[in-house]
């Protein structure tokens, strides 16, 4: 059972930048393809970013040029650097398998862009 633990989420303006970080208890965490979603009220959960085993990255068009995803094997550990922040970006954030079979979502970290 891999436990998925994200964290950095808070209240920021528009305009600013948050780092969320995602750490996962995997054993072998670096073969897996690891993704950063977003669930906003109302909406489905969609994946905004992603980044495979080999540093490969991939966006949703509408976070590309702000947010940057990046991972740390020897932390099992993956961010999500988010700039020039948006009241769209507004949602609960989570990370899993960006591939393959998901693993229990864990609770997300809450990121509110509001002035």
């Known amino acids: 059972q891999v436990v998925l633990v994200e964290s950095g989420g808070g209240l920021v303006q528009p305009g600013g930048s948050l780092r969320l970080s995602c750490v996962a208890s995997?054993?072998?965490?670096?073969?897996?393809?690891m993704g950063w979603y977003r669930q906003a009220p109302g909406k489905q959960r969609e994946l905004v970013a992603d980044i495979s085993r080999g540093d490969s990255t991939n966006y949703a068009d509408s976070v590309k040029g702000r947010f940057t995803i990046s991972r740390d094997n020897s932390k099992k550990t993956v961010y999500l650097q988010m700039t020039s922040l948006k009241p769209e970006d507004t949602a609960v954030y989570y990370c899993n398998r960006a591939r393959g079979a998901m693993w229990s979502w864990g609770l997300g970290t809450q990121v509110t862009v509001s002035s």
């Open positions: 995997a054993s072998f965490f670096s073969i897996y393809d």
